[in-house]
């Protein structure tokens, strides 16, 4: 069984930056691939990025895409997504989900389906 926590969301102005970490367990968490998803006030959740079990391998949604970084150490059990240049429209509930892959090389998933375990979510509000 695999528990993941988030933390790190807040409030901020648009322009600045947030680091949202998401905190697991067992210690096996290196086998897991990781991403972060997020669900805005009456939308459907919707990707951010992802990263294989190695961190070699990151993907990010066109929205984030050169403002967000998604990390990972596995020595700390930990991911992190860095955000930068916030803006309004990033305001939703951010949570990270994971799913364990054989290969250290797995490709990680842009969809909800591939991921087994989540958070419960930080809420990110962005004001302009």
């Known amino acids: 069984q695999v528990q993941l926590v988030e933390s790190g969301g807040g409030l901020v102005q648009a322009g600045g930056s947030l680091r949202l970490s998401c905190a697991a367990s067992p210690r096996t968490f290196s086998m897991y691939i990781v991403g972060w998803f997020r669900q805005a006030p009456g939308k459907e959740r919707e990707f951010v990025a992802a990263?294989?079990?190695?961190?070699?391998?990151?993907y990010y949604s066109d929205s984030v895409k050169d403002r967000f970084t998604i990390s990972r150490d596995n020595a700390k059990n930990t991911v992190y997504l860095q955000m930068n240049s916030l803006k309004p429209e990033d305001t939703a509930v951010y949570s990270c989900?994971?799913?364990?892959?054989?290969?250290?090389?797995?490709?990680?998933?842009?969809?909800?389906?591939?991921?087994?375990?989540w958070g419960q979510g930080t809420q990110v509000t962005v004001s302009s």
């Open positions: 989900a994971s799913d364990q892959r054989p290969s250290l090389w797995s490709t990680p998933s842009t969809t909800e389906n591939g991921y087994t375990y």
């Open positions: 990263i294989s079990r190695s961190g070699g391998r990151t």
